[in-house]
C-alpha cells in the first residue's frame, strides 16, 4: 500500500470486493460475526490483492432502491474514513476480504452506522490477530 492512500482516505476500485470468484468464495469458507446492524464475513485469502471491501443491503428489508443505495453509501463512506486501522495491522493480517450485510430493519443514520463500523473492525483485527 502506497504512502499517498493512507492520507488521502479513498476507496478505489482496487479495495472494492467485485470478483464473483472471491465473493463466493468469501460466502463459501469464510468466518462471520455479528455486531448490530452488520453481520461482518471475513476470510483471509492469497488471491486477493489487499484488504477488500463488499457492502450488501436486503432487497427483502428495504424494497426502494434508493434506501438501499443510500445505506450502501454510508457503509462504504465510514469505512473509507475508519479503514486506517486495518491497514496498520495488514503485515499480521495479510490479505483480506471482508463483506458487510446490513441487517437492521430501518434505516439508520451515519453516526450510528460508523459507531457500529468502527467496533466491527476493531473486532475483526482482534479475531485476526488472535489467530
Known amino acids: 500500500m502506497s504512502e499517498s492512500t493512507t492520507l488521502k482516505n479513498t476507496f478505489p476500485k482496487s479495495e472494492r470486493l467485485h470478483s464473483k470468484k472471491l465473493i463466493q468464495e468469501l460466502f463459501d469458507k469464510g468466518s462471520s460475526f455479528y455486531l448490530y446492524p452488520f453481520k461482518v464475513i471475513y476470510l483471509k485469502s492469497e488471491d486477493a490483492e489487499q484488504i477488500q471491501m463488499l457492502a450488501s443491503v436486503s432487497k427483502r428489508k428495504f424494497k426502494s432502491a434508493v434506501t438501499r443505495n443510500t445505506l450502501k453509501?454510508?457503509?462504504k463512506e465510514a469505512y473509507r474514513l475508519n479503514k486506517t486501522?486495518?491497514?496498520?495491522?495488514?503485515?499480521?493480517?495479510g490479505n483480506l476480504l471482508i463483506a458487510y450485510i446490513y441487517t437492521g430493519k430501518e434505516v439508520s443514520d451515519y453516526q450510528?452506522?460508523?459507531?457500529?463500523?468502527?467496533?466491527?473492525?476493531?473486532r475483526l483485527?482482534?479475531?485476526?490477530?488472535?489467530?
Open 112 to 122: 450510528f452506522i460508523e459507531k457500529k463500523l468502527k467496533k466491527s473492525i476493531d
Open 85 to 93: 486501522s486495518l491497514f496498520e495491522h495488514n503485515s499480521q493480517i
Open 73 to 75: 453509501r454510508r457503509i
Open 125 to 131: 483485527i482482534k479475531e485476526l490477530v488472535s489467530k
